[in-house]
């Protein structure tokens, strides 16, 4: 269909681009972000120009943002004034977001608005009551997991305000089938109403930038890697402890880990890892721009979550041609694996599960390289950055189409 967009009816003006609002909390360095960065820089400028919200002008990613997307980001300025700092107070936030991102919606005459992350699909429901715009809710982690994060001192009313933002959107996006399914059990969301579009990877810029560099790793020690935010869902705790048994009772002491990220919990870990007579054994190496000469150094890489969405690092490792061990949490690499054609499953939480794997893949190191071609495969035919970018922009065309036939 043929879109005016507001434009002459009659055809006499050609139609413009789609202006098109993503919504994110901050450029941080996540897997979201990553993917968000991904459709900012390779949407079709033809059909779409590209404009961006977020809650704090921060992130590791910000300075990657394509040079024609205007970034909004007032709530951030208006915080750290004394009026911002009394909403915060009387938790108000939202609701000044909400009026702030309607206000920009009107002055900027958004045709549709595209949010990934759980809080941002709250700050732009509510933005949307205040201004009707059609509106994509792309959804990236399991909602138990949000659920339980951010409303532990109210759970109901989290759960009807996050069903609310969720039911209202024109389409809402999940990056695997197991992700809908979630949605499905946890917000009563319609099957239909959820699109699955998977993370994308462009395997060709992952060959350019892990050719960049080589680590300069010891070469007398057996490296392994993982990647990513450094929280309490990502199951670090559970690899320390799994490597505190390789090497104190293993005798494997020739076992170096290296944790690529950031977040919260690593002064945590960091004592616990002293504790633990680790220090020799762990390298924090903190955020990494090019995380992927990381993972073609390495022996394997470790996911440890308790949940998931789709993780872009099996995704990135696979496209390294790097042997994978993940967790089978709910609900992204069962699915990326095959059912374990790709990579090792283990349960969730299980440090002792995680050791025997990590130690069968130093004592047979041919049998997990045997799943390197699998999975490298895998990534082509499934996860093509090019299919998902082009699912995205279709599915912006077909919410703006309805919006203006319902009008």
Known sequence: MDLDLGLQANGQCPPRPLRVLFAIGTMGGGGAERQLLTLLQRLDRTKFQPLLWLCYRKGELLNLVPADVPIYAPWDAFVRS?????????????????????????????????????????????????????????????????????????????????????????????????????????????????????????????????????????????????????????????????????????????????????????????????????????????????????????????????????????LEAMACRTPVLSTDCPSGPREILDDGRCGRLVSPGDSHALADAIADCIAHPDAWQSYVPTARHRVEQAYSVEESVAAVETLLLQVTAASHSAQ
């Open 82 to 314: 004394i009026v911002g700092r009394l909403a915060q107070r009387f938790r108000l936030g939202r609701v000044v977001r909400a009026r702030q991102m309607a206000r920009l919606l009107h002055a900027e005459r958004i045709d549709v608005i595209y949010d990934r992350t759980f809080l941002m699909t709250l700050d732009t429901a509510a933005a949307c009551r205040l201004r009707p715009t059609p509106r994509i809710s792309a959804c990236v982690a399991d909602p138990a997991t949000e659920l339980a994060l951010y409303g532990r001192q109210w759970p109901s009313l989290w759960r009807k305000l996050a069903r609310r933002a969720f039911a209202t959107a024109s389409r809402v996006t999940a990056n695997s089938a197991g992700l809908r399914q979630r949605l499905v059990e946890i917000l009563d969301l319609t099957p239909d109403q959820i699109a699955v579009i998977p993370n994308g990877i462009d395997l060709l810029e992952v060959e350019r930038r892990a050719a960049e560099f080589t680590p300069d790793w010891p070469a007398d020690r057996w490296h392994f890697v993982t990647v990513g935010r450094i929280d309490e869902n990502k199951g670090h705790r559970f690899v320390l402890q799994a490597l505190a048994d390789l090497v104190h009772q293993g005798g494997l002491r020739q076992i170096q880990w290296h944790v690529v990220g950031q977040g919260p919990d690593v002064p945590e870990l960091q004592t616990l890892a002293a504790d633990l007579e680790l220090t020799d054994h762990v390298v924090w190496e903190g955020f990494q721009s090019n995380p992927f000469p990381l993972y073609r150094a390495s022996r394997l890489l470790v996911l440890a979550s308790l949940s998931e969405g789709l993780p872009n690092v099996l």
